[in-house]
């Protein structure tokens, strides 16, 4: 999936500030650009985040219109590469095989839901590296009643059966 990003090396205790400093951004640039309805915004936490305290993350919102190659000249700006203002850029968002758990409310707790998909992982021994994805179904942007929200969280796993 295509999406603009921003990234930086941030410490896990500023990682849900940066993240939402970043939407917020992402968005402006988005509407600045005349892309069109965003989709779920979400974030990239690399390992290194959760190993050292700090490491890559990477804030991304998809769009709505064509971003495959062939598309019409007026959605030239969402070629992956096109230029972009300020610090976002076009990023391919990695797909995957996930084993995902939906937490419903605040995020000053969201380290419960890691702590339960990290063992439901570790305990059948499926987890592959790469960066555990958090897609903001319910948020901020819809409603300020943090109980309202919904952050599915996504733990990278290995392919355990094949789909017809």
């Known amino acids: ?11 896990l205790a500023d990682g849900l ?3 939402a400093g ?12 005349g ?4 989709g779920v915004p979400g974030a990239l936490f690399f390992e290194d985040v959760f190993e050292t305290d700090a490491g890559e993350l990477v804030a991304f919102v998809p769009f709505g219109q064509s971003t495959e190659p062939g598309a ?16 976002a850029e076009w ?3 990695p797909g995957g095989e996930w084993a995902v758990l939906v937490h419903a409310g605040t995020h000053d707790d969201l380290d419960t839901a890691y702590a339960e998909l990290g063992s439901f992982v570790a305990a059948r021994a499926i987890g592959v590296a790469g960066a555990i994805r958090e897609d903001f179904l319910v948020s901020r942007l819809q409603t300020a009643d943090s109980e309202a929200w919904r952050t599915e969280v996504a733990w990278p796993v290995f392919r355990t059966a094949t789909t017809a």
């Not at 892309?35 to 965003?38: A, D, K, S, V, W």
């Not at 019409?72 to 610090?87: K, M, S």
């Open 35 to 38: 892309l069109g309805e965003p």
């Open 17 to 19: 500030a940066f993240v």
């Open 1 to 11: 999936m295509r999406a603009l990003a921003i990234s930086g090396r941030v410490s």
């Open 91 to 93: 990023y391919e968002v």
């Open 72 to 87: 019409r000249p007026e959605d030239r700006a969402l070629v992956l590469g096109a230029p972009v203002p300020g610090r």
């Open 22 to 33: 970043a939407v917020n951004e992402i968005l402006a640039t988005g509407e600045q650009l």
